[in-house]
Structure formats: structure tokens, C-alpha cells
């Protein structure tokens, strides 16, 4: 008995060979598979082959093309397979709801009718199509196998196309044929391998970017949606396999479906269970907002913010638009004529949370988006032009030495000659191009002239780090005759970095690409006592870099704000008390910039720092006394009060170093 297969290097397609070749034939019929294939695909056809253990002197490779009549076939190609082929399989289709519709028409429609020809050419016995679920369209109800024309809902490229190519088939009269309608396709149920993400999969960035923001138990607010109906590729081509082979069955069409599907929220979860993400606990039935017009769900829908935040969420989460309709799929299949040809072969639909783990393991280690996305800090600066603010020494320096060593062409600003011009030599003898700028960035007139001079020298900056800055711990009763303090906290952490993005800002525009990273402070999600000077300064520059992003993203321009816990820096040095406190080092700091020029969020921050803040907006009384229990707790430092005798004298207690522990990272 001999088969010829088109679609064998897909995915259901390499299985069904598998399982062709699993047929023992005799010595007068070895069972030949015969596999079309288009010439630039043989390579590919012989990994596949490699991979899944194909017995080769039983698969006969056939050159064609699948857009040429009879496949391309030529007449000696055509004579060779006259009266031979038993079973004509045809599974070369397009499943991707993102393809051009032009495409999806050559490749399901054209595609099926150059098949059809081929198949009466060589007299093949019986053609069997792959059809989909999808041929339904929408339907809203229960579609049997033996409906077709009933289809709604066909406005979508792929259902119209899926739908139409299974015509052809319906209409053929010079060949037996038989139908398959299988379900939305997911991975083998004992291995988890899949090609490529579709169906359920989109949604699996979703569930990973929530198991890293929440705790697993953690309760969330989702969506009921309709059913979805999932099959394991495994089921699929037993199934296929199985009927095609039985009598009797000519001219009938069969649903490889799940008899008993899920709702898109109870996938979600499973899914969610599977990857060690919060589920949903609380679902909403998008029906219940039938009761607003269409019309104007369709004017919320298309206005520019809404279709904007729209399309950013779809992008981050990597879904396309076109699965959003499926979410309220309505179509539910009957599958009485499958069940009644499988009966008592023990080929069922595996429940999806028996295999589901496997699908979601496969995918995180071969499948997820983030696997192949360049990471790598040198792939995101190098020869890119990186201006670091206090850059000699601390923060500034461990970051210049890393974004030196990846290739940036690394630009560092501090007001020390010395000290700066030591630290550039120091990169520049490890191989790195490295600028150094002396300028005292509390100085306006100074600041304008830094960036008079870089960008003459350099053209443009593409990513500005406000590393600089200058921090005081001081309580308010202290402050009452020390009004400067607030002023030069402002002059410099706010009024300097604001001049630089300024300065740099239009270049930015111009070239409609730039970064800007500012180095803010926990203590403003904290609220931090005897901070208010720096606090201050530091949320001033929160506040315009969150006004600005809503101007300037649409340019190009990203901002992003690290709410730095506590680095033991020369900055925190006159408070000894910070010796005995859990502190970052220089280069662990330096690597939540490296964080930030990577991946350009609009935040980063330490889980406590997002507490607190939330904490505060919930219930601010209560967060009060915490805030009140700290600055008792803390006293003014000697160096605050003016003691330089003091200084050396000072030892934190057991209760702050334990307070100080638990609140890991807040300025006290």
C-alpha cells in the first residue's frame, strides 16, 4: 500500500508520515510514503526525516510545487505514480491567522485544487483533506459533521479560505474523498513539541510577564470567553490514521475535536497552573457588554488612545489582533461520526491538564520570544554614544566599566579632574573608547556647555544616564535655618539632569531614537523621614520624566526610572550607621542600569519599594505610623547635627539593624 503526502515537512505532516511508516507493508508492498516537496525544502525534509527516525528507503521524494497545476509535476513524474497511491494525503496548508490574505488564497484554495488535479492524474484511491474547525467560521451553536454551507462569520482571510478549499474537495466527482476538521492544533501530549505559536500559545507571554510581576496565589481578574476547542497533535494523526484506513467511509467529514471543550478562561488558567502563574480567579463573561451598541463599542474601540494602548499591550504580550476574536468563539462541535469510527480503539482526546505542564515546558525551552531576543548588553550599546553623569566614581563608574567593555562609545561626566581622567585611562587600557568631560552639573551655564561640547564632538547622544547627584539625611526640625540644603539638592538632582535631557532632548528628536535613565531614589516610593531635601528633588524629576514619556513616545524617546534602594556609595558614607544596614554594592546597582538600557521599562524598583507605595495610596494613615515608627527609631545622624566628634562613635542597634533588615534597602 502506498501514500503520497503533501505537507509533510509541516507539523501534523511529520507525524502522519511517522505513523504511515509505523504500517508494516509486505515484500510486493513495502508501503512507500511519497512526499511532495518543494526543491528548496529537501534539506529541510532531511533534518525532519533525521529527527523523527524515518525509515528512508521507504520515503520516495517528490519535487513539485504546490501554486503550479498538478503540483508541478512532470508527465514522466505523473506516469511513475499512475495507479500506485493508495491514499492521498493532502495536509500543505497555511495556519496563520497574521498571513496576507492573498497568500492564505494560494496556498489553501489554489494549493487544494492543484492537489485535487494531481491526485485524479495519478488515479490516486481516496484523497484525504485537512480541513479545520475553521471552515465553520463563527457559527453560533453546535455544527455537525455532516453541515457546510451553514458557515457564518467568514469575513477572516483564514476561515474564508479554509472553508472555501474544503468546497473544492465537497465538489469533486472523479475521486473518493475523505474530510478532517481538527480542532485548534497544540503540541504532542507526551513530548510538549510544537513548530511554531499559535492558538493558546499566544497567550503564554501574557501568563509568564504576570508570573514574574505577582505570587502564584496571588488572585487576578480575567476573562470567561467561549470554548475553545484544543486536540494534541498525537490525537489528531491517530485519528487520521485510524479512519482513513477504514472502510466504508467515502464522502464523509470528521471532527477531530474534544467533545467536551473549555472556556478560554479555564485554558488560561490551566495554562497558568501549568507555568506557576496567578490564575484567574474572578472571570468576566464578555457577553455582558452586549448590552452597548455596537456602534458605539466600535467608536471607543477606534478612538486613537484606546486603538494606541491597544496595540502597545498586543505588542508587549505578543498577541496578535487577529486572535482577539476567537476570545468569544461560539461554535461547538458535534463529533458523533469520529466517536462511532474510533470506537474501541482507545483514541480519545487527552484532558488538557494532563499534558498541559509539557505543552507549557516545551515552549519556555523552545518557543518563547524572550529566547531570541538579543540580551546581550553589547548587542543594545555597542557604538552607541552613552553619556554617564558622575561616572568616576560609584554607580557611575561600575556602569561605565560595563557598557565600556560591551562596545559603547562611553562618555563620563563628573566635576573631579582627577579622580574622572584616572577612571577613563583605567577603561581605555582595558580597550574601550572612552570620553571624559569634567563639568559641575550644579551649574547651569556649565551644564549647556557640556552639551555644547559633547555634541560637537560626538554628534549625538543616544542614551543619557542622570547618575549624579547629591543626597542629604537630615530631619525637617534641623532643617529650619539650612534652606540651602533644599536648594542645592534641587540645583543639581533635578535642575542639572533636567538641563541635560533638554539639551540633548532635540538631537533625540530629530533622530526619533534616544534613552534617557534616571537614577531616582526608593525612598520616593518610601517616602523616606529625614529625606525630604533629597526626596523632593529626586520626585521632581520622577514626575517630569512621567510627563514627558506621554509626550515622546510616539518619537522614539524612552524614559526610564530606577527607584534605587540603598548602595553603599561615598554618597551614604557620613551616616556610619548605614555600615551595619543590608546595602547594594556599586556593581549590583550597575546592573539594574544594565537592566534598564536592555529591556527599556518605564521603572524599575524593588518589590518592597511598589509595596510601600501602594501601601501608602491604601492606606495612608496606617503607613504613617510605619514612616513615624522609623524616624524615632532613626535619629539624626552627627554629622546632620553638626558632631564631627561624634561621627566615629556612632553603631547601629540590634532594633535598627533588624528594622533596617526587613525593610531592606529603604534610606532610614
Known amino acids: 500500500m502506498s501514500y503520497f503526502v503533501t505537507g509533510a515537512t509541516g507539523f501534523i505532516g511529520r507525524y502522519l508520515v511517522s505513523k504511515l511508516l509505523a504500517r508494516k507493508g ?5 508501503g512507500l510514503v511519497h512526499v511532495l516537496v518543494r526543491k528548496d525544502s529537501q534539506k529541510k525534509l532531511e533534518a525532519i526525516a533525521r529527527k523523527m527516525g524515518w525509515d528512508m528507503k521507504r520515503v520516495v521524494v ?3 510545487d504546490m501554486t503550479a497545476p498538478k503540483c508541478g509535476l512532470s508527465a514522466a513524474q505523473l506516469r511513475a505514480l499512475s495507479g500506485k497511491v493508495k491514499h492521498f494525503f493532502h495536509l500543505a496548508a497555511v495556519y496563520d491567522l497574521t498571513a496576507s490574505a492573498e497568500s492564505q488564497r494560494k496556498a489553501n484554495i489554489d494549493g487544494t485544487a492543484h492537489a485535487l488535479e494531481l491526485a485524479v492524474a495519478i ?8 480541513s479545520s474547525i475553521a471552515a465553520a467560521g463563527l457559527y453560533p451553536g453546535v455544527f455537525r459533521e455532516d453541515m457546510f454551507d451553514e458557515a457564518e462569520g467568514l469575513d477572516d482571510p483564514y476561515l474564508r479560505t479554509k472553508h472555501d478549499s474544503e468546497g473544492l474537495v465537497r465538489n469533486e466527482k472523479r475521486i473518493a474523498w475523505r474530510i478532517y476538521r481538527p480542532g485548534m492544533v497544540v503540541g504532542h501530549s507526551q513530548t510538549g513539541e510544537m513548530d511554531k505559536i499559535d492558538g493558546p500559545y499566544y497567550f503564554f507571554t501574557f501568563l509568564k510577564k504576570l508570573r514574574e510581576m505577582l505570587p502564584p496565589w496571588m488572585p487576578t481578574l480575567g476573562i470567561e470567553g467561549g470554548r475553545i476547542n484544543i486536540v494534541p497533535v ?5 485519528a487520521m490514521d485510524h479512519i482513513a484506513h477504514k472502510s466504508k467511509l467515502d464522502g464523509q467529514c470528521f471532527h477531530l475535536t474534544d467533545p467536551e471543550p473549555m472556556r478560554v478562561g479555564e485554558v488560561l488558567n490551566t495554562f497558568a497552573r501549568a507555568g506557576h502563574a496567578p490564575e484567574m480567579t474572578m472571570r468576566i463573561d464578555a457577553r455582558m457588554f452586549a448590552f452597548v451598541p455596537s456602534g458605539v463599542r466600535g467608536a471607543v474601540g477606534n478612538l486613537p488612545p484606546v486603538r494606541r494602548f491597544i496595540g502597545m499591550l498586543l505588542r508587549d504580550f505578543k498577541i496578535p489582533k487577529e486572535t482577539l476574536k476567537f476570545i468569544t468563539y461560539p461554535t461547538r462541535f458535534d463529533n458523533r461520526e469520529t466517536e462511532r469510527a474510533l470506537k474501541g480503539t482507545g483514541i480519545t482526546v487527552p484532558p488538557l491538564d494532563s499534558y498541559a505542564w509539557r505543552l507549557w515546558d516545551y515552549w519556555e525551552r523552545h518557543l518563547d520570544p524572550d529566547l531570541f531576543v538579543d540580551r546581550t548588553l553589547k548587542g543594545k550599546v555597542r557604538n552607541k554614544v552613552v553619556v554617564i553623569t558622575g561616572g568616576s566614581s560609584g554607580i557611575g563608574l561600575a556602569t561605565a566599566e560595563k557598557v565600556a567593555a560591551a562596545g559603547a562609545v562611553t562618555i563620563i561626566v563628573a566635576r573631579g579632574e582627577e579622580e574622572l581622567f584616572k577612571a577613563r585611562d583605567a577603561m581605555k587600557a582595558a580597550g574601550g573608547k572612552v570620553f571624559a ?3 559641575d552639573l550644579a ?3 556649565d551644564c549647556d556647555r557640556l552639551v555644547k561640547q559633547v555634541l560637537a564632538e560626538h554628534d549625538h547622544v543616544d542614551i543619557l544616564i542622570n547618575n549624579a547627584g547629591r543626597s542629604i539625611r537630615r530631619s525637617i526640625e534641623l532643617s529650619y535655618d539650612r534652606f540651602h540644603d533644599f536648594e542645592r539638592t534641587m540645583q543639581l538632582n533635578y535642575f542639572g539632569s533636567l538641563r541635560l535631557i533638554m539639551g540633548f532632548m532635540p538631537k533625540m528628536t530629530e533622530r526619533r531614537r534616544g534613552h534617557i535613565i534616571n537614577i531616582s531614589s526608593i525612598g520616593v516610593l518610601a517616602s523616606s523621614p529625614r ?4 526626596v523632593a528633588s529626586k520626585a521632581a524629576l520622577d514626575a517630569f520624566s512621567r510627563c514627558a514619556q ?3 513616545s510616539g518619537k522614539g524617546i524612552s524614559f526610564t526610572t530606577i527607584n534605587m534602594p540603598l548602595v553603599k556609595t561615598p554618597m551614604i558614607a557620613p551616616t556610619k550607621m548605614y555600615d551595619s544596614v543590608p546595602t547594594l554594592t556599586p556593581d549590583e546597582a550597575a546592573d539594574l542600569l544594565v537592566k534598564a538600557i536592555i529591556e527599556k521599562p518605564s521603572r524599575i524598583a524593588t518589590r518592597l519599594g511598589i509595596f510601600s507605595a501602594l501601601l501608602n495610596a491604601v492606606a495612608p494613615k496606617a503607613y504613617e505610623v510605619v514612616m513615624n515608627t522609623a524616624f524615632e527609631l532613626f535619629p539624626d545622624s552627627a554629622a546632620a547635627k553638626g558632631d564631627k566628634k561624634g561621627i566615629k562613635d556612632e553603631q547601629a542597634s540590634n532594633e535598627q539593624i533588624a528594622f533596617a533588615a526587613v525593610m531592606r534597602g529603604v534610606h532610614w
Open 26 to 30: 509486505t515484500a510486493k508492498s513495502p
Open 62 to 64: 517528490v519535487t513539485g
Open 123 to 130: 488515479k490516486a484511491g481516496c484523497f484525504h483533506h485537512t
Open 234 to 238: 498525537d490525537f489528531v494523526v491517530d
Open 437 to 439: 568631560y569634567t563639568a
Open 443 to 445: 551649574d547651569l551655564a
Open 531 to 534: 529625606f525630604s531635601a533629597y
Open 550 to 552: 506621554g509626550e515622546l
